[in-house]
């Protein structure tokens, strides 16, 4: 079975870096295909993506924020990170990561989500 | 980027009824298209991926297709359980898009 779970400081002020941290399990960032994506969702609004890392250590990132995001894994403890810099009241979200897998054809599929980890940003 | 347009934004049907939802890509994705339903509260869900490919579980009333850079998901005999928003994703390229999302609403 696989599960994710975002955590991260939950409130923090203007300027600062945020730091999330994606603890999963049930699969292996180091086998083939296999990848993890965080998104977001502001409140009562639609979903962003903001990176995804992959087995092979391949990063790819929002345009839209690319200049503050930083995505990065530990394989040995099952965890993947993501760092915004200098937040604003924007940034303000539920950031989700998710597990993405390569499918039969190819194609790439977000098939597990975490549960979500609520950030809020506010002087 | 691939814009992503989603219609309807919202609707409301009747239980049993069968709905359609629709996603327009602004260039050829060639495939590479996903839908998620997300109920209040919850994180959302991969119903449908490679465009008509149910994940495990998934009932079989849900299914997709494409006709060009059309996307669309069909929900069949809709059950109570079915009120959610649901959005599409591309991922042919980066950045990665979503539509705005459907509200769907049981009557």
């Known amino acids: 079975q696989v599960t994710l779970k975002e955590s991260g400081p939950g409130i923090l002020q203007p300027s600062q870096t945020l730091s999330l941290t994606c603890t999963f399990s049930?699969?292996?960032?180091?086998?083939?295909?296999?990848?993890v994506g965080w998104i977001r969702q502001p409140s009562g609004k639609g979903l962003e993506w903001l990176a995804n890392?992959?087995?092979?250590?391949?990063?790819y990132y929002s345009p839209s924020l690319k200049n503050r995001l930083t995505i990065s894994k530990d394989t040995s403890n099952n965890q993947a990170f993501l760092k915004i810099t200098n937040v604003d009241t924007t940034d303000t979200a539920t950031y989700y990561c998710?597990?993405?897998?390569?499918?039969?054809?190819?194609?790439?599929?977000?098939?597990?989500w975490g549960q979500g980890g609520s950030v809020t940003v506010s002087s | 980027d691939i814009q992503m347009t989603q219609s309807p934004a919202s609707l409301s049907a009747s239980l049993g009824e069968t709905v359609t939802i629709e996603c327009l890509a602004s260039?050829?994705?060639?495939?590479?298209l996903a839908w998620y339903q997300q109920k209040p509260g919850k994180s959302p869900q991969v119903l449908i991926y490679d465009v008509s490919r149910l994940q495990d579980g998934v009932p079989s009333r849900f299914s997709g297709s494409e006709s060009g850079t059309q996307y669309s998901l069909e929900i069949n005999s809709l059950q109570s359980e079915d009120a959610a928003t649901y959005f599409c994703q591309q991922h042919h390229d980066y950045p990665w898009t979503f539509g705005g999302g459907t509200k769907l609403e049981l009557k």
């Open positions: 260039e050829d994705i060639y495939s590479n």
């Open positions: 998710t597990r993405i897998r390569k499918t039969y054809y190819g194609f790439n599929v977000m098939d597990a």
């Open positions: 890392i992959w087995w092979d250590d391949d990063k």
């Open positions: 049930g699969f292996s960032l180091s086998i083939y295909g296999m990848g």
